[in-house]
């Protein structure tokens, strides 16, 4: 960011640089390289925690109107002509009344395309929002710090929702999910989706290791029955009414995850603001609670996969199992 040009990091003492990937202490607004904050894992005026907050060493100086070589993107940092429409690095749209040198503490003018994402940044259907432009309650620059990635998809669709328009359909949430609200952070719904997931799926998992069990049973790996099933009329109509909420609830994300997102994001920011009146915290906060997890998909992940492991689990365990026909089964289905 803009505002972290000119001074230094506390750790490596080095002066931060266009381009530079930053983070900054939650507590203190404190900034660090990514890697300096990785390897020292704790920011460095910690026992000062409470009563300092980081403050710029240099103001930030935007580029010499006089000086037709060079400019810096307010968004990213990178470097651009003066007369240029658009940053090459980010696609951070500059418009009319913008400069590619305007220092924000936000990241200046902010652009969006209200159809599908990735549309490039100077299609003439993209929507540039200042710093200042009003979003609902609030600016857009806040907007945008909270969400992160993907600020051109998501502000332009902030608006329309502020003016109690637009329908927008997020491919991401139909395709994927509680991942994906896990990965923007909404982890109440998230936790949700996952759970009406799971036992919705619950009949269909449950035909397939009755199924499983009885293979192995037919090829002499199981002396017996492991799992209880109940009549498999009953098990396949619940499987169907399963499969079918399921697509009720991927409809309903694919139409509604938008919509829900700037609910949201509104909420969060307004909380901020109440608990981070300075304005160095607020922002540090806007970083923290907003953007993406992409540990928290991992590790959904592990987890839906360990669980689904656990009833293959049982039967290799019981001792109703015979490895050396397992084989043989495993060996002669393979070769099918």
Known sequence: MDRYLGSKCPYCEKEFQPGDDIVVCPDCGTPYHRSCWQEHGVCVYQDRHGSYEWKPELPFHAADPQNTETAYCPNCGAPVAPDAKFCPSCGTTFGQTSSAGQPSPFGGSYAGQAGVPGTAAFSPDVRVFGDEEPIGDFPAKEYAAFVGKNQRYFLPRFKLFSEGRHNSFNIAAFLFGYLYLFYRKMYGLGAVVLLLTFLLDLPSLAASYA??????????????????????????????????????????????????YFHFSTAKIRSLKETYPESGMYEAGLLRKGGTSVALVILSIIVIAAASYVPFYMLVSSPLFDLTKFVEFATSYGAA
Request: contains cysteine; charged residues 10%.
């Open 211 to 260: 199924d499983l069990q009885q293979a192995l049973i037919n090829a002499g790996a199981l002396s017996g029955a492991v799992f209880s099933i109940p009549n498999d009329q009953l098990l396949s109509s619940l499987s169907t009414v399963g499969g079918i909420l399921l697509w009720c609830i991927k409809a309903g994300l694919l139409v509604l995850a938008d919509r829900y």
